[in-house]
């Protein structure tokens, strides 16, 4: 049933120290894969409502200015008239996102002295990521992630975050690799566990109100790399299909199927109901949104 579920060992680890290392040699800007100099890209089908996110930047590693542009993509679709959901994919056919711009994180922290503190620029970016994961997991409509490539750390925390999950099954794993990182850096590196205050909890605490426990312990302590089918048995995603192109439709599909309850009058509705489903997590994410609408809900 969990055929090519990959448990860490000596090779697995060599791998990821590989993935590491090719991380750090990036650009600290995740520069559009385009060459148009999108790091985002919004579309609509009106016929249906199903809104399209498309991640456009090499593997999707999140920064300042990558954030910013997710913000303002959904500031979009909030301002939409009609049915409506929302579907996040991404350009490339083998990342759906690789997580924290490790590069641009370890140069704010040089630049500010070592300071990781929350009022730091690191400190604040870190702050910045799980506002925008509260803000889809309480998002007024609908959100399916098609993943179609590898979903590493922050970017599996990224399709956790969604309502639903479709993923590639012929290619790509989704992992959390934090147990390795300080195996991995070098050892002066400083973005690893422990390094900002209140980040691994709120890492736990997305995972936890997504997610059984022993499983949770399973994807921390192990740190496994999942195929999409061993993905779906753990319960991570719904469904699996193969290929890149058959993700994107079947994960359309599905949003397409909600996209009538995403109508304005009801998004109020199916924003305070997603709010339950999250709330212990939001408390402790303590998003500016999350406490926004707690607040109006009298919860």
């Known amino acids: 049933h969990c055929r090519g579920?990959?448990?860490?060992?000596?090779?697995?680890?060599?791998q990821?120290?590989?993935?590491?290392?090719?991380?750090?040699?990036?650009?600290?800007?995740?520069?559009?894969?385009?060459?148009?100099?999108?790091?985002?890209?919004?579309?609509?089908?009106?016929?249906?409502?199903?809104?399209?996110?498309?991640?456009?930047?090499r593997d999707n590693r999140f920064n300042p200015q990558f954030i910013a542009a997710m913000n303002r993509a959904l500031d979009e679709v909030e301002r939409s008239e009609g049915p409506c959901a929302l579907v996040l994919s991404s350009q490339s056919?083998?990342?759906?996102?690789?997580?924290?711009?490790?590069?641009?994180?370890?140069?704010?922290?040089l630049e500010a002295g070592g300071d990781t503190s929350p009022t730091s620029p690191a400190g604040r970016f870190i702050?910045?990521?799980?506002?925008?994961?509260?803000?889809?997991?309480?998002?007024?409509?609908?959100?399916?992630?098609a993943v179609s490539g590898h979903a590493f750390a922050g970017g599996l925390l990224l399709a956790l975050a969604q309502d639903y999950r479709v993923m590639r099954g012929d290619r790509g794993f989704c992992c959390m690799n934090e147990i390795d990182m300080a195996l991995l850096a070098p050892p002066d590196a400083v973005v690893k566990p422990g390094a900002f205050a209140g980040a691994d909890q709120k890492l736990a605490s997305v995972l936890l109100a997504k997610l059984p426990a022993l499983q949770v312990r399973r994807i921390l302590l192990e740190g496994e790399r999942?195929?999409?089918?061993?993905?779906?048995?753990?319960?991570?995603?719904?469904?699996?299909?193969?290929?890149?192109?058959?993700?994107?439709?079947?994960?359309?599909?599905?949003?397409?199927?909600?996209?009538?309850?995403?109508?304005?009058?009801?998004?109020?509705?199916?924003?305070?109901?997603?709010?339950?489903?999250?709330?212990?997590?939001?408390?402790?994410?303590?998003?500016?949104?999350?406490?926004?609408?707690?607040?109006?809900?009298?919860?």
């Open 127 to 145: 702050a910045s990521f799980y506002d925008l994961l509260a803000r889809f997991m309480t998002f007024p409509v609908v959100t399916v992630a």
């Open 226 to 299: 999942l195929n999409g089918r061993a993905a779906q048995a753990l319960g991570l995603v719904d469904s699996v299909c193969d290929g890149a192109v058959s993700v994107l439709h079947a994960a359309v599909k599905l949003a397409a199927t909600h996209a009538p309850r995403g109508e304005p009058r009801n998004r109020r509705t199916v924003q305070v109901l997603k709010f339950e489903l999250v709330r212990h997590a939001l408390a402790t994410l303590k998003s500016p949104s999350a406490g926004k609408l707690a607040e109006q809900s009298r919860l």
């Open 93 to 109: 056919e083998k990342f759906f996102s690789n997580g924290h711009d490790v590069q641009w994180l370890e140069r704010a922290v």
């Open 16 to 57: 990821a120290r590989a993935d590491w290392q090719r991380g750090l040699g990036r650009a600290a800007s995740p520069m559009a894969a385009n060459g148009t100099g999108e790091l985002v890209r919004l579309s609509v089908d009106r016929d249906s409502g199903v809104w399209t996110l498309c991640m456009c930047a």
């Open 5 to 14: 579920l990959r448990r860490h060992s000596l090779t697995g680890i060599v």
